[in-house]
């Protein structure tokens, strides 16, 4: 999901605080080691008050306007267990500029401060959207689950079970074709360079023989890469797993504190007090 939607969508979760709470808060070892990190910033799409509280995990979040298939897996794939879940997270940028494109006036424009130990994951790009090597964006990964999804009776994924389900149905079919292969007559099976080759010419006409993926796409050589995945025994989830896999990408983990790259999108789960821009520039001439 592009950061423009999940900032429009986290309205709502936020609650405004005094002046004096948030002071309080900000000067307390909760707080206070926090301000030497990287600023991160969030632009809203109206002003809500100068300072406010969200404690993004107490909410889920799922994602309109486009498929919730990405913060799913990155939700419940083992190679995430250590990064905030970002359907129970704020997502910020470092960058002022990309802020500023979100907030309806200055004034809507908020520095954030996650509580200290709060874990921050932090993107290798502006946006998540563009921050994984096998795809130009997350459209394209989209186009190909929904090209799965269209070649089973499974209709829609509402859930991360359905996608397990997705994932097992297609696990079974190469497990089937395991069998036929077995069954063929000498004659068939001499077509064929063994059987991983039958297995990948198979799965391969029944995932690109329409015009729906066009040769050439990235949908279609992730394709063609699933299906030599399969003929060499991968399971699906494995082949996803490794697509999304944070290291691979070069995604980082960080903490309420460190240093971070400018320029990125980043989210935490961890409570978090937003100051309006301008009163926190006022208020960083008394510490």
């Known amino acids: 999901m592009r950061l423009k939607n999940y900032l429009i969508l986290e309205e709502g979760r936020s609650q405004v605080i005094t002046k004096e709470e948030a002071l309080a808060m900000l000067n307390s070892n909760e707080y206070k080691p926090s301000l030497k990190g990287t600023p991160m910033y969030r632009g809203l799409p109206s002003y809500k008050g100068d300072f406010l509280i969200i404690s993004p995990s107490k909410f889920m979040r799922k994602s309109r306007n486009t498929f919730n298939y990405y913060t799913l897996l990155m939700d ?6 250590e990064y905030p879940k970002r359907s129970k997270s704020i997502i910020c940028t470092t960058s002022i500029d990309i802020a500023h494109r979100y907030s309806d006036k200055e004034c809507s424009l908020y520095v954030v401060i996650p509580k200290v ?3 921050i994951g932090v993107c290798p790009y502006s946006d998540i959207w563009m921050s994984f090597y096998e795809f130009d964006t997350l459209v394209a990964f989209n186009h190909v689950i929904n090209h799965l999804l269209s070649l089973t009776d499974i209709r829609f994924i509402d859930d991360i079970n359905d996608i397990w389900s997705l994932f097992t149905y297609y696990d079974n079919m190469i497990s089937n074709l395991h069998h036929s292969y077995a069954d063929l007559d000498p004659n068939e099976k001499k077509k064929y360079d063994g059987e991983s080759d039958f297995i990948y010419n198979t799965i391969k006409k029944s995932l690109l023989s329409n015009k729906e993926i066009e040769d050439g796409t990235c949908e279609y050589e992730t ?5 030599k995945h399969y003929s060499k025994g991968g399971k699906t989830l ?8 944070p290291d691979e990408n070069g995604f980082m983990l960080k903490k309420a504190g460190h240093k ?11 409570t978090s007090i937003l100051i309006a821009k301008k009163m926190f520039d006022n208020l960083t001439k008394l510490w």
Do not use: H, I, Y
């Open 223 to 227: 394709l063609s890469k699933l299906c």
């Open 238 to 245: 494995d082949f996803f797993a490794e697509l999304l896999d």
């Open 260 to 270: 971070l790259p400018v320029d990125n999108e980043v989210w935490t789960d961890g």
């Open 76 to 81: 419940n794939l083992p190679q995430w267990r």
């Open 117 to 119: 130990g709060s874990k």
